[in-house]
Each structure stands twice: as structure tokens, then as C-alpha cells.
């Protein structure tokens, strides 16, 4: 079975500066997706980024990053010039290609804090 | 963009009486729908997967009887807890998995708080 973890229940950083969230993962398969989740107070999941283990090359989506490991089995979070909004739990999953439920394995969150 | 509704967002009620919950996929057709449960400051736990014109498939420690689950449509399931006890009290979160987009993208619906007295 597959298992995602992240190591950092909380972390804090300072407003316009950067932070890196961890999340490492088991799973025997070669093909699957990676995504990070944010979970604002308000409860509602907000897909952040996805990179497909196939690819390469990072994924980056305006101040997000993700630094992809596929031997590692390693896929961490970059938030650059950090907001107050971005203040919120964020959840690290997968999902296998051939998964025939689909469904996503979830890692235990990690909570940030933005300080003003 | 897909949205995920689900109705209502928070219920208060006795113990021994059921709850019904809805997740409706408002401009998308999903055969799959998923059932989370969360707790306070805790991580997204899959309760089970429903299916589009079949029988859900539960996960491993969760009641089928006591969680009912009905996918009637392609744009409609709904979560019932039957017989709730304050155990039950939770947040519970649905996603609706979009078979027209790439990787099948899930989309979450904005949660159900239940508090069983």
C-alpha cells in the first residue's frame, strides 16, 4: 500500500519570505501523480500544484514550486514571497496511474503560519 | 472551474436518528464520487468510494450499514449516517472525480460539520 508522510505538523515563516514543506512517499509503482492540497480555515480543499512522475521537470505554478525526487521518493513544497493567504493546512497526495479506485493517499498535513 | 457542492454544511442532532448528506457535481458529470471524514486538525481519511449505478466500496473499518451511501446520478451521491452517535460528530468532506479532465482531477466539495448530541 501506499503511504505518504510529512514530517512538519507546523512550520512559520515570515510575510515575502520562503518556506519549503517536505512530503515523502512509498509505493512500488512507476507511473502515478503527486499533488499538494491547501485547506484554508474555511475547510475547502484548494488543489495547489500536481506533477506527473513521468515528467522531469518541476512544476511550478506562479510563487509555488515543487522539488520532484523520484528516487528519493521525495516531493516538496516551495512557497516564495509568502502572503498572509497562504496562511493554511497543506496536504501532500498521490495517486496511481493504474489505481482502479482512483483514489488519493493523503499525508497528515502540515499546518503554516505567515507572520506579518 | 468544476464545483463541488455538498448540503448542508453544518447538521446538529440527536443521537439515534440519521443524517443525510448530499455532494452534487453542479457543471460536471461524475461516475465517482469519494467520502472523507476529518478530524479536528487531523489529516483526510477516504471512508469510501461511490460508484455511479453500483454499490459503494468501503474502506477497510468502515461501517457499510452504518454509512449508507447512494450514487443515484451522475451528478448526485449522498452520505447517510444512520443511527448517529456523538462518535460520529465530524467534518465530512466529498470530492467528485471529473473523468473529462486529465489525471482525472478530484474536486472537493466544501464540507458537512455534524455534531451528534
Known amino acids: 500500500a501506499q503511504t505518504v508522510t510529512q514530517s512538519q505538523p507546523e512550520m512559520s515563516v515570515q510575510e515575502a519570505e520562503t518556506v519549503t514543506l517536505s512530503c515523502t512517499y512509498d509505493?512500488?509503482?512507476?507511473?502515478?501523480?503527486l499533488f499538494w492540497y491547501k485547506q484554508p480555515p474555511s475547510r475547502q480543499m484548494i488543489l495547489v500544484i500536481r506533477?506527473?512522475?513521468?515528467?522531469?521537470q518541476n512544476a511550478t505554478e506562479n510563487r509555488f514550486s515543487v522539488n520532484f525526487q523520484k528516487a528519493a521518493k521525495s516531493f516538496s513544497l516551495k512557497i516564495s514571497d509568502s502572503q498572509l493567504g497562504d496562511a493554511a493546512m497543506y496536504f501532500c497526495?498521490?495517486?496511481?496511474?493504474?489505481?482502479?479506485?482512483?483514489?488519493?493517499?493523503f499525508g497528515g498535513g502540515t499546518r503554516l503560519m505567515v507572520k506579518p | 472551474g468544476a464545483v463541488v457542492s455538498q448540503h448542508p454544511s453544518r447538521v446538529i442532532c440527536k443521537s439515534g436518528t440519521s443524517v443525510k448528506i448530499e455532494c452534487r457535481s453542479l457543471?460536471?458529470?461524475?461516475?465517482?464520487m469519494f467520502w472523507y471524514r476529518q478530524f479536528p486538525k487531523k489529516s483526510l481519511m477516504l471512508m469510501a468510494t461511490?460508484?455511479?449505478?453500483?454499490?459503494?466500496?468501503?474502506e477497510q473499518g468502515v461501517e457499510k450499514d452504518k454509512f449508507l451511501i447512494n450514487h443515484a446520478s451522475l451528478t448526485l451521491s449522498t452520505l447517510t449516517v444512520t443511527s448517529a452517535h456523538p462518535e460520529d460528530s465530524s467534518f465530512y468532506i466529498c470530492?467528485?472525480?471529473?473523468?473529462?479532465?486529465?489525471?482525472?482531477?478530484?474536486?472537493f466539495g466544501p464540507g458537512t460539520r455534524l455534531t451528534v448530541l
Open positions: 470530492s467528485a472525480r471529473d473523468h473529462a479532465l486529465a489525471y482525472n482531477e478530484q474536486f
Open positions: 509505493t512500488s509503482e512507476s507511473d502515478y501523480y
Open positions: 506533477q506527473e512522475a513521468y515528467k522531469q
Open positions: 497526495a498521490y495517486k496511481g496511474e493504474y489505481n482502479a479506485g482512483n483514489m488519493l493517499t
Open positions: 457543471d460536471f458529470q461524475a461516475t465517482t
Open positions: 461511490s460508484n455511479e449505478g453500483s454499490k459503494a466500496t468501503y
